[in-house]
């Protein structure tokens, strides 16, 4: 079983910049797909960004596209989100995930079903 542990997360103040960093190990993760999910206070989990397992095609909420950038280094086993133009919305716990496989399915494989293997989530806070 893969163990994810996110880091990268902080207090910023809106209109900053903001990279998170997830680390895989236990087993190689290069055949899957990974996303990144954040939950606010008081509100469900949304979808923030997947990836393909190769890196070559992306999907992201309609709140952060644009202004958010998920990439990942199977060579390092890690993935990758940098936020930019951070606004206090953008409060939340963000949490990495690994995809049960590698099918990838566009905007689909944004859904929260399509995950198995959670970290425990690294906090950001924006301020105003």
């Known amino acids: 079983q893969v163990q994810l542990v996110e880091s990268g997360g902080g207090l910023v103040q809106a209109g900053d910049s903001l990279r998170l960093s997830c680390a895989a190990s236990?087993?190689?993760?290069?055949?899957?797909?990974m996303g990144w999910f954040r939950q606010a206070p008081g509100k469900e989990r949304e979808p923030v960004a997947a990836?393909?397992?190769?890196?070559?095609?992306?999907a992201y909420g309609d709140s952060v596209k644009g202004r958010f950038t998920i990439s990942r280094d199977n060579a390092k086993n890690t993935v990758s989100l940098h936020m930019n133009s951070l606004k206090p919305e953008d409060t939340a716990v963000y949490y990495c995930a690994e995809g049960y496989g590698s099918f990838w399915n566009g905007q689909g494989s944004l859904r929260e079903r399509e995950f198995g293997s959670w970290g425990q989530g690294t906090q950001v806070t924006v301020s105003s």
């Open positions: 990836i393909s397992w190769s890196g070559g095609a992306t």
């Open positions: 236990g087993r190689t993760f290069s055949t899957h797909i």
